[in-house]
């Protein structure tokens, strides 16, 4: 089984909305970020094929993309893949959330 990472401002200051992680605001923090791309459908191909609708931030990594997904005010990624660990603390660092 795979890890997924949470990261999310809910802990720093709880029942703040301000600290809410806006979608707009990862729009903008991902486009000014060349090895990312935006796409509203997540779509795995394999034995079959799967389309997710939601709010991906799409990281290339080589050969390999991965899927950063906005989710009610919180940013999930899979940790299947090693090199995502140091690509999400420093998306971390730079929107000022935590992983949780």
Not at 47 to 60: K, N, R, V
Request: some cysteine.
């Amino acid at each position: 089984m795979s890890k997924r990472y949470r990261m999310t401002r809910a802990m720093q200051n709880a029942g703040d909305s301000a600290t809410t992680l806006s979608l707009e605001e990862c729009k903008q923090y991902f486009a000014s970020k060349p090895d990312f791309t935006y796409t509203s459908v997540f779509t795995v191909t394999g034995a079959t094929t799967m389309s997710i609708e939601g709010d991906f931030f799409m990281w290339s990594y080589g050969d390999t993309t991965i899927p950063f997904r906005h989710y009610q005010g919180d940013i999930y990624v899979s940790g299947a893949n090693e090199a995502v660990i140091p690509r999400m603390l420093e998306v971390a660092s730079d929107l000022n959330i935590v992983e949780g």
